[in-house]
């Protein structure tokens, strides 16, 4: 072999095990991505939440990287204030509920997030695709320029891994909390009886943090306090508890003491939490 066939066979397969190395750390970040997309949300039946939960894995494990991004940015990220609900099947027979994990972030970030993670579908689509068409490997200098296109992408895919095992991480902390929350007295009132665990629901939480803000070891106003709350957690409304008025809500959660005062001849309800015995 010449000198320059030498040159070419060696380059050529430094291209061919970088080539190698992205493909198996992009399997291996589609792995992770399929992680969180299955299990950032779930509605159904509780008694075949199990069954629901490993249909939901297996039909995320059938789809393409873009569609997983798609999903990712449309359901697991949101910009800051368009977080939203889970959907609910309000055709399921039985207990039935809905949860849905989502990571909440600045609109700038997430629109850098946004744009990072769909040139790499780009990347990646034209690494598995159009590689060998827009690269010259039958050259030594086309092979360079082969090697500097794929320490690209890996550096790109090393700043998207970091990402998501942050994520991964998180999703697992969140996991085991909602296990506990899950094996908890009250959830496990909530699904044999179907009364509200009023202590661990956010708006019970809210509604408590807005009285300490607004009348400490005082009697808070309910309309003021519904306004706090209502702008902090725009999703937290009554009705979804099956009520018809936050002061409704107040008095069913039975964790507060209410009343009503007069100011100027009208009456105002106010209200506090109850000392804890």
């Not at 992770?32 to 159904?44: C, D, E, I, P, Q």
């Not at 706090?228 to 099956?242: F, I, T, W």
């Amino acid at each position: 072999m010449t000198p320059e066939g030498t040159a070419l066979s060696a380059t050529r397969g430094d291209v061919e095990r970088l080539y190698g190395h992205c493909v198996l750390r992009l399997q291996a970040f589609e792995l992770n991505l399929k992680a969180v997309v299955a299990t950032h949300r779930f509605s159904g039946a509780i008694e075949t939440f199990e069954d629901g939960l490993a249909r939901r894995i297996n039909e995320t494990r059938r789809k393409t990287m873009g569609a997983l991004v798609g999903e990712m940015l449309g359901s697991v990220l949101a910009p800051l204030g368009q977080e939203g609900l889970p959907d609910a099947d309000d055709h399921t027979p039985g207990t039935s509920f809905a949860f849905s994990r989502k990571i909440a972030l600045p609109a700038e970030a997430f629109s850098r997030i946004e744009g990072e993670h769909r040139d790499l579908v780009a990347l990646r689509n034209s690494l598995v695709h159009n590689f060998l068409e827009e690269h010259d490997l039958l050259s030594v200098k086309g092979c360079l320029m082969a090697q500097q296109a794929l320490a690209s992408v890996i550096d790109r895919l090393r700043r998207a891994e970091d990402q998501i095992a942050e994520w991964v991480t998180e999703w697992a902390r969140v996991g085991e909390i909602l296990t506990e929350k899950l094996n908890s007295p009250e959830i496990r009132d909530w699904i044999i009886t179907g009364r509200i665990p009023w202590p661990a629901t956010i708006i019970v939480q809210a509604l408590l943090d807005a009285a300490t803000e607004l009348a400490p070891g005082g009697w808070a106003s309910v309309k003021t306090a519904a306004a706090l709350v209502a702008r902090r957690h725009p999703d937290e409304r009554p009705e979804n508890y099956g009520c018809r008025t936050w002061r409704q809500v107040i008095h069913k959660s039975g964790l507060f003491n209410l009343r009503s005062v007069k100011i100027d001849g009208r009456g105002h309800a106010r209200y506090r939490a109850r000392p804890k015995l």
